[in-house]
């Protein structure tokens, strides 16, 4: 199966700090998701990017598809308690249906 | 409208054992896929459903795992005999449509193999 690293693993941060996280690919992809899993729960999704190069944004979220399409990129601006959780990139299979996962960025956000 | 819900949520067996779990997604959502997270690495595919047609099941480990998806609404998953390394989270996902990524999730089942 394809690979998908995210990195950090973890990050410790205090409430009100932007964080940046990011995930590569051994391979192109052309669609990229965040998905953040609060916890006891499943995941869901953030944002979903379609386009290279594209830019989106989701309230304080903005994530990015990297040119080259092995990459993307997930920033939280001001960060507050609720967005603790583990942050997942997400990209299509081969065929379409069925789509891997990355490792996962644990968030912890400090009051 | 009910989301994914998927039973037990925490399940204990010891080695050799036999355990089903059991999701229920979203209803109209043709598009069932099972997953599996070991503690500390990725969510790993396991397989695929378009109503009860197994769609991909590449991500099976092997043949002690047996998913099934009845009148393509409710899914189960049995694993049988139950080893110490299939210990982890298993996520049921359901979605409308294919390609968009957009995958709705259940809470999961914490599967303990002691």
């Known amino acids: 199966g394809q690979q998908l690293n995210q990195s950090p693993q973890s990050m410790f941060i205090q409430e009100g700090e932007d964080v940046s996280m990011n995930c590569t690919s051994s391979?192109?992809?052309?669609?990229w998701l965040w998905y953040k899993q609060d916890p006891g729960e499943g995941p869901v999704l953030l944002i979903a990017?379609?386009?290279?190069?594209e830019l989106t944004s989701n309230g304080r979220l903005t994530a990015q598809f990297g040119i080259t399409r092995k990459d993307s990129f997930l920033n939280i601006s001001a960060s507050i308690p609720s967005d603790v959780g583990i942050y997942f990139c997400?990209?299509?299979?081969?065929?379409?249906?069925?789509?891997?996962f990355g490792t996962g960025t644990s968030l912890t956000v400090i009051p | 409208e009910a989301g994914v819900t998927q039973f037990p949520s925490h399940s204990v067996i010891e080695k050799g054992q036999t355990v089903t779990l059991r999701c229920d997604p979203i209803?109209?959502?043709?598009?069932l896929y099972w997953y599996r997270r070991v503690m500390g690495k990725e969510i790993k595919f396991l397989l695929h459903?378009?109503?009860?047609?197994?769609?991909?099941e590449s991500g099976m480990p092997n043949n002690r795992f047996l998913a099934e998806r009845t009148g393509g609404t409710y899914s189960t998953l049995k694993v049988q005999p139950a080893e110490l390394e299939d210990s982890g989270v298993y996520f049921c996902?359901?979605?409308?449509?294919?390609?968009?990524?957009?995958?709705?999730f259940g809470e999961g089942s914490r599967l303990t193999v002691l």
């Open positions: 391979s192109i992809f052309n669609t």
């Open positions: 997400a990209g299509p299979g081969r065929s379409g249906n069925q789509f891997y």
């Open positions: 459903f378009v109503k009860e047609s197994k769609q991909d």
């Open positions: 996902a359901s979605s409308q449509y294919l390609n968009t990524g957009e995958l709705f």
């Open positions: 990017l379609y386009k290279a190069g």
């Open positions: 209803s109209g959502h043709d598009n």
